[in-house]
């Protein structure tokens, strides 16, 4: 059985550690919030000047003035503050922030990511993902391990080599999909490394469903729930 998103997003915050500053990217990453330690102290940061983010606010509760970077509706805390944009760039590009969880369109087995753009296709912009990936310490990338193209087929997101243009290069620690988790050495250049397996999940399925190549070194003791 695969992942679901819920469950992707709660391996995703073991990666969290106390006192770390967080950028949460919107989707599935957004979702880690809700399974942040009992306990743990971890500072939300939003690129339109906000810190200390807190949960999303119940149906009738919200406050339009208050969003995060993605345009969704949040809540503050005591501790919250508020800042320009320019400030909050400051921070993600003078490597202040520890962690940055983000969704992807690819990533290639180098680390390289592609997740602002598909030519032909209008977007709003560039967003702040890719002064993201250049001044944050620790890049970890959570998103569905397979596209559907338009005629049914499967298309591997893990790859050789991006096709689509690049966020960034040799930027990614670690890839969560809903089969597993790789780990991706971007300093040694020794590449990507399947890490954990999701419960009921086989490496050949794995392998069927991934372009990039990889080692394997499993740790049983790290699955995920």
């Known amino acids: 059985m695969a992942w679901t998103r819920d469950q992707m997003a709660k391996r ?12 949460l990217g919107i989707g599935i ?88 753009m598909i030519p032909g296709k209008m977007v709003k912009g560039m967003g702040g993902a890719m002064d993201l990936v ?3 310490k620790k890049v970890v990338v959570v998103m569905e391990h397979s596209a ?14 991006c096709k689509l243009p690049l966020t960034g290069a040799a930027v990614v620690d670690m890839v969560i999909t809903d089969l597993g988790v790789f780990a991706i050495d971007k300093h040694a250049g020794s590449g990507m490394t399947l890490i954990e397996i999701a419960d009921g999940v086989t490496e050949e399925q794995i392998r069927a469903q991934t372009e990039a190549d990889f080692k394997v070194a499993l740790d049983g003791s790290r699955k995920a729930a």
Request: glycine share 12%; aromatic share 8%; no cysteine.
């Open 12 to 23: 995703a915050a073991q990666e969290l550690r106390d006192g770390f500053y967080v950028n």
């Open 148 to 161: 559907k193209a338009k005629d049914g087929t499967v298309e591997p997101k893990l790859l050789n080599r």
């Open 29 to 116: 990453p957004t979702l880690v919030s809700n399974y942040i330690p009992a306990g743990m102290n971890v500072q939300l940061q939003s690129e339109n000047g906000m810190l200390g983010m807190g949960p999303f606010p119940y149906e009738g509760e919200e406050d339009p003035d208050l969003i995060n970077a993605g345009k969704q509706t949040i809540t503050e805390l005591p501790t919250t503050s508020y800042f320009s944009s320019s400030d909050s760039f400051a921070m993600i590009r003078g490597g202040h922030i520890d962690l940055s969880i983000l969704g992807a369109m690819q990533v290639a087995e180098n680390g390289d990511l592609a997740n602002w």
């Open 134 to 136: 250049a001044g944050v």
